[in-house]
């Protein structure tokens, strides 16, 4: 007698260096999104944010910095906050690193790993961001958070 069919969706065996790039870098990519997202919405955007960025993962690993493509790709790709954040930033590396950094409550090292940007360049463009609006201190959820992929 034939066994009835599973239901269960596929099992797929992931890159071992995507699994490494995403168990070092989701929980900066989860804590800028809760930044900018409701909790539910900004799981959602980074867990869609992974599966596209493994469709072109050996295409990543041509770039000289996979890190730096990895991360434009999520800034690109997240959806538009509902309320923006307002740390005034000279360019989009800069707020990035200022929500990463003072708002997430990430580490200096971590943020520059993230991004795939030299730590000195993110130590200035965190020197250099003199804009400081109180709702730039908004509590959301620290770096480091859980999430599955």
């Known amino acids: ?5 599973d239901h269960a969706p596929p099992v797929v065996d992931l ?3 995507f699994e490494a790039f995403y168990a070092l870098h989701q929980p900066l990519y989860l804590a800028y999104a809760h930044a900018h997202l409701a909790p539910r919405q900004a799981d959602h955007a980074v867990r869609r944010a ?19 493509r990895c991360w434009q790709i999520f800034t690109a790709r997240l959806p ?10 000279h360019t989009p590396l800069q707020y990035q690193a200022v929500v990463l950094h003072h708002i997430a409550h ?11 940007e ?10 250099t ?21």
């Open 129 to 149: 961001w003199t804009n400081r609006p109180a709702s730039a201190v908004a509590p959301p959820r620290r770096c480091g958070g859980t999430g599955g992929f």
């Open 1 to 5: 007698m034939p066994h009835p069919p």
């Open 50 to 68: 992974f599966g596209h960025l493994l469709t072109q993962w050996s295409a990543t690993l041509l770039d000289p910095n996979p890190a730096a």
């Open 106 to 116: 990430c580490p200096l090292p971590a943020v520059a790993e993230t991004t795939g």
């Open 80 to 89: 538009a906050p509902p309320l923006p954040l307002d740390p005034r930033a």
């Open 15 to 17: 890159p071992a260096d």
């Open 118 to 127: 030299e730590p000195s360049k993110i130590r200035y463009l965190l020197r």
